[in-house]
């Protein structure tokens, strides 16, 4: 049951180190150019955990709203690493990363939109408190 937290845990880890890794490994690089370097690993690694872990053999479950979504969710993976990568190279990782870890409570309010998710006081005010404790950041 606390699985879910340990996978998060260790997604925060990695996505702090790549902002650590992008701000030091874009140094003068056009960004565009950054973001297709680091997708052409994130392709290779992430095809090559589906071949090893037998996922490839479910490709033919997937149905076109499957499709339809994960493409869509993967143009969205991307517009948001070429904007966070473009950011990082003109701002601080002290600042950039804050304003992107808005997505969480962007990803708060959209669920109760579109996914008809119940909206929890407990949720409300932590996506509160994470616009809040951005906004001291930034400013």
């Not at 601080?92 to 997505?103: T, Y």
């Amino acid at each position: 049951m606390i699985m879910w937290w340990i996978f998060a845990l260790l997604s925060a880890v990695f996505a702090a180190l790549t902002a650590i890794f992008a701000k030091i490994g874009i140094q003068g690089v056009n960004t565009d150019l950054a973001t297709a370097i680091r997708t052409v690993v994130i392709l290779i690694l992430a095809w090559g955990i589906a071949y090893f872990r037998g996922g490839i053999g479910t490709i033919n479950t997937l149905t076109r709203h499957n499709m339809l979504y994960l493409v869509l969710s993967g143009l969205a993976t991307g517009m948001s690493w070429i904007f966070y990568f473009k950011a990082l190279q003109l701002g601080k990782v002290s600042q950039v990363a804050p304003v992107d870890k808005l997505s969480v409570a962007i990803a708060i309010i959209l669920s109760v939109v579109f996914l008809k998710e119940a909206l929890t006081l407990k949720a409300a005010l932590g996506a509160v408190m994470i616009i809040a404790g951005t906004l001291v950041l930034i400013l």
